[in-house]
């Protein structure tokens, strides 16, 4: 079965293409690198679109946890996620070959020409911006996604932070799931709760929801291919969507308030693995 693959490159995007292409039929990458505002005409833009859009108060209030992730946090967390996919200070790369495209946005024209001219069965989509139905639609059997968090309580955005945010730890987990109009709104092929210890980070929580999801994520695609997928479209079930301008200075410091309470009544990890508990495991 033919498959085209629609990420971006981070470690641990890289490290999960390597994993589906070591079990299936990958064909193809388009690779998504968005601009960077360089100049300061383009980033006074950018802020002028977002006061107009958020406010004055939401807008300082991201702009102000922004330069804390660029000045405190983003080179150790990077750091951090590189070395557990790629240890001992290996450069991520892929370990296999094939087609490439690279494209400004996901859902550029040159997108649309690579995947028609590859013909995949299916879209396997994995760390891109959110796909428009004439994109998505191209592969016969559809497009899946793997989302770092439980849908529909914690679609969109920030996933991980946002159920432990909400003392919901038991809502932190990964789901692989068809490609449709909504953000993280498609039928459910997998879904599995993934474990919180007292002494982990959003690092660690994240880089383990990758490593099950991988697993979810290959399944799901073999099933496609042998004709016995299942999904699941969970009704009754309250439906949430955060927003990247939501996650600002004030949010992250009220979460580390309300993590570092929650861990007391959390396990210590043991050094076993713990792979999770199935939500919904089809």
Not at 80 to 90: D, I, L, M, N
Not at 206 to 214: S, V
């Amino acid at each position: 079965m033919r498959i085209v693959v629609l990420t971006s490159e981070t470690p641990a995007n890289i490290w999960l293409v390597n994993a589906l292409m070591a079990r299936h039929d990958v064909v193809g990458l388009v690779i998504e690198r968005r601009p960077l505002a360089l100049s300061r005409e383009d980033k006074f833009e950018r802020r002028r679109k977002m006061i107009r859009r958020y406010g004055l108060v939401r807008t300082l209030n991201k702009l102000l946890y922004n330069r804390l992730r660029l000045h405190l946090l983003a080179r150790s967390e990077g750091e951090a996620v590189s070395e557990h996919f790629f240890p001992g200070g290996a450069t991520p790369a892929y370990e296999r070959s094939v087609s490439t495209v690279v494209v400004e946005n996901i859902n550029d024209p040159a997108s649309a020409d690579f995947m028609k001219s590859l013909a995949p069965a299916v879209l396997a989509v994995c760390g891109t911006t959110v796909l428009k139905p004439e994109i998505f639609s191209l592969a016969p059997r559809g497009a899946v996604n793997i989302h770092t968090g439980i849908t529909p309580e914690y679609r969109s955005a920030d996933p991980i932070f946002w159920a432990l945010y909400r003392g919901e730890p038991e809502k932190v987990g990964v789901t692989i799931h068809f490609v449709d109009r909504g953000i993280d709104t498609g039928p459910i092929i997998h879904q599995q709760s993934i474990p919180v210890y007292a002494d982990d980070s959003l690092v660690s929580i994240y880089t383990r929801c990758i490593r099950q999801g991988a697993e979810l994520f290959s399944r799901a695609l073999g099933q496609i291919e042998d004709g016995s997928i299942q999904t699941v479209q969970r009704s009754g079930v309250r439906g949430r969507s955060f927003r990247s301008v939501d996650l600002g200075l004030v949010q992250y410091l009220l979460f580390l308030a309300r993590f570092r309470w929650m861990a007391r009544r959390l396990p210590r990890w043991d050094g076993r693995t713990a792979a999770g508990k199935g939500v919904i495991g089809l």
